[in-house]
């Protein structure tokens, strides 16, 4: 394998920046554009200090530290250096230029972590994690994936397994040498083993409602009627102007998504344009798509304006929200109450919040709602798998369809040969989670996913 270079460090100014560097030839590159002070024999997890030079011209580049890590024992298993120069742009920069220009290739995006991969180190769930740390929007949804990268979900579906590969033995010894002494399969213990896996996959398919919410947020749609402030509410909520606040009607015609971190509920919130009937067409696509929306949200902000009666598109509104997990936001409590508004609304015994976006008044009421409704202080992420990973869940999903089949297969009384094939089946499956069975374009487009340098 070539050895392959990035800067690691996020683009841009930083106290101090990262060249990585991994493969056979990283020390002999190294050597040719670093002096050490003290040149003594490289040894594993250890840093010299010196300058990087140009061996060109002679020219000190920047003056360095770089850690030795000697393979096997490093991040992709493979020799490494980490180059860590001053965090401007230019000098790592030059310093990247030098390394490739003396042997390296740039390395492409998780070309690390993909090594660590393919060379065995680390199986894809862990891979994954790493991107998942790196990417991650509140503290929890970090936390669920240090475990994983800590590899417990790898060792669920290890031990899982493990039991079914232990299981298939036992019925292709049944199959294959029936005339020995050899212990029958019962239907009874088959049954036992196919149960207990049952559970632990029903176990971690479960823990996706709420890995979900850790990982892509709350789907929460703003809904109201034009100019009942939602435009307002959102700006507030994001505390910056990037919805568009206006006076007119209708001009936030598509849809804004904005991720917000409310005390570590991570919310995704879609703005959705004004809910009411009308004859333009360009408009009628934001708040058919805005219907759409708070069909599907998890969660729906509704608001009013209390200063104003209740009109037909209120009404719409309160209709949809009937039914579903919503907060009413009653706006512009900074301006006269409609009493007539508020007790109609009073009377739907839904989680009502009075505020005024212009003067941002009762938003932190907002808060304390979602946090009442979302306590994802329930969620435990130590000593608890989470499945956080929609690829993961698929593959679960696939495999317990196949163990229903495998379970129906020995009730129905019929041949061991068959129940193998399904559960060869669910170890496909699970291989596919962890990376033992999946196919270079899942696992191309696994990285590729991935930032430089990691
Ligand atoms: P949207 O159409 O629902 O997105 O409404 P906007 O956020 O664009 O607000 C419509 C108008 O109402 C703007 O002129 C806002 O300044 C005004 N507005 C929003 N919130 C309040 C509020 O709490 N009090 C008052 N008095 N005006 C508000």
Same mark, same amino acid.
């Given at each position: 394998?070539?050895?392959?270079?990035?800067?690691?460090?996020?683009?841009?100014?930083?106290?101090?920046?990262?060249?990585?560097?991994?493969?056979?030839?990283?020390?002999?590159?190294?050597?040719?554009?670093?002096?050490?002070?003290?040149?003594?024999?490289?040894?594993?997890?250890?840093?010299?200090?010196?300058?990087?030079?140009?061996?060109?011209?002679?020219?000190?580049?920047?003056?360095?530290?770089?850690?030795?890590?000697?393979?096997?024992?490093?991040?992709?298993?493979?020799?490494?250096?980490?180059?860590?120069?001053?965090?401007?742009?230019?000098?790592?920069?030059?310093?990247?230029?030098?390394?490739?220009?003396?042997?390296?290739?740039?390395?492409?995006?998780?070309?690390?972590?993909?090594?660590?991969?393919?060379?065995?180190?680390?199986?894809?769930?862990?891979?994954?994690?790493?991107?998942?740390?790196?990417?991650?929007?509140?503290?929890?949804?970090?936390?669920?994936?240090?475990?994983?990268?800590?590899?417990?979900?790898?060792?669920?579906?290890?031990?899982?397994?493990?039991?079914?590969?232990?299981?298939?033995?036992?019925?292709?010894?049944?199959?294959?040498?029936?005339?020995?002494?050899?212990?029958?399969?019962?239907?009874?213990?088959?049954?036992?083993?196919?149960?207990?896996?049952?559970?632990?996959?029903?176990?971690?398919?479960?823990?996706?409602?709420?890995?979900?919410?850790?990982?892509?947020?709350?789907?929460?749609?703003?809904?109201?009627?034009?100019?009942?402030?939602?435009?307002?509410?959102?700006?507030?909520?994001?505390?910056?102007?990037?919805?568009?606040?206006?006076?007119?009607?209708?001009?936030?015609?598509?849809?804004?998504?904005?991720?917000?971190?409310?005390?570590?509920?991570?919310?995704?919130?879609?703005?959705?344009?004004?809910?009411?009937?009308?004859?333009?067409?360009?408009?009628?696509?934001?708040?058919?798509?805005?219907?759409?929306?708070?069909?599907?949200?998890?969660?729906?902000?509704?608001?009013?304006?209390?200063?104003?009666?209740?009109?037909?598109?209120?009404?719409?509104?309160?209709?949809?929200?009937?039914?579903?997990?919503?907060?009413?936001?009653?706006?512009?409590?900074?301006?006269?109450?409609?009493?007539?508004?508020?007790?109609?609304?009073? /009377? %739907?015994? !839904?989680? $009502?919040?009075? #505020?005024?976006?212009?003067?941002?008044?009762? @938003?932190?009421? +907002?808060?304390? &709602?979602?946090?009442?409704?979302?306590?994802?202080?329930?969620?435990?992420?130590?000593?608890?798998?989470?499945?956080?990973?929609?690829?993961?869940?698929?593959?679960?999903?696939?495999?317990?369809? /196949? %163990?229903? !089949?495998? $379970?129906?297969? #020995?009730?129905?009384?019929?041949?061991?040969? @068959?129940?193998? +094939?399904?559960? &060869?089946?669910?170890?496909?499956?699970?291989?596919?989670?962890?990376?033992?069975?999946?196919?270079?374009?899942?696992?191309?487009?696994?990285?590729?996913?991935?930032?430089?340098?990691?």
């Amino acid at each position: 394998m070539s050895t392959i270079v990035a800067i690691s460090t996020s683009p841009g100014i930083g106290g101090i920046g990262i060249i990585r560097m991994s493969g056979k030839e990283a020390f002999n590159i190294l050597n040719k554009i670093f002096k050490p002070k003290n040149n003594s024999e490289i040894k594993g997890y250890t840093i010299k200090y010196g300058n990087i030079f140009d061996p060109e011209s002679n020219k000190i580049i920047d003056e360095v530290l770089v850690s030795y890590f000697i393979a096997p024992k490093s991040y992709t298993t493979e020799n490494m250096c980490e180059i860590n120069s001053h965090g401007g742009q230019i000098v790592m920069k030059q310093i990247l230029d030098l390394c490739l220009k003396n042997g390296a290739i740039l390395a492409e995006p998780g070309e690390f972590t993909k090594r660590a991969f393919l060379n065995g180190r680390i199986d894809l769930v862990k891979a994954e994690a790493v991107i998942d740390i790196i990417n991650a929007k509140t503290e929890k949804e970090k936390d669920a994936s240090v475990c994983q990268l800590n590899g417990f979900l790898s060792k669920d579906i290890q031990d899982i397994e493990k039991e079914l590969l232990s299981f298939t033995a036992d019925i292709e010894a049944n199959i294959d040498y029936p005339e020995y002494d050899i212990e029958e399969v019962s239907t009874k213990k088959s049954l036992e083993v196919l149960k207990n896996v049952k559970n632990k996959l029903l176990k971690l398919k479960e823990s996706f409602n709420n890995g979900k919410i850790l990982k892509e947020g709350i789907n929460t749609a703003i809904i109201g009627r034009p100019n009942v402030g939602k435009s307002s509410l959102l700006n507030v909520l994001l505390k910056e102007e990037r919805a568009i606040v206006t006076e007119y009607e209708g001009t936030t015609r598509d849809t804004i998504e904005e991720f917000i971190n409310i005390k570590g509920i991570p919310l995704k919130i879609i703005d959705t344009a004004g809910i009411r009937e009308t004859e333009n067409a360009v408009e009628k696509i934001g708040i058919e798509k805005s219907i759409e929306i708070a069909k599907n949200a998890d969660l729906i902000i509704a608001i009013f304006d209390i200063s104003q009666d209740l009109k037909d598109e209120d009404n719409k509104i309160l209709d949809i929200i009937k039914d579903k997990n919503a907060i009413i936001v009653l706006n512009k409590i900074d301006l006269s109450v409609n009493k007539t508004t508020e007790e109609r609304i009073k /009377s %739907l015994n !839904k989680d $009502i919040v009075k #505020i005024s976006a212009l003067e941002r008044k009762g @938003i932190d009421e +907002i808060y304390d &709602k979602i946090v009442k409704l979302y306590d994802l202080n329930k969620i435990n992420v130590e000593g608890e798998n989470i499945v956080t990973n929609s690829r993961h869940q698929y593959l679960i999903n696939q495999s317990l369809i /196949s %163990l229903e !089949k495998a $379970i129906n297969t #020995i009730n129905e009384g019929m041949p061991l040969d @068959i129940i193998a +094939i399904d559960v &060869k089946d669910i170890l496909e499956n699970l291989g596919k989670i962890t990376g033992k069975n999946v196919s270079e374009d899942v696992i191309n487009e696994i990285f590729s996913k991935f930032c430089l340098g990691k």
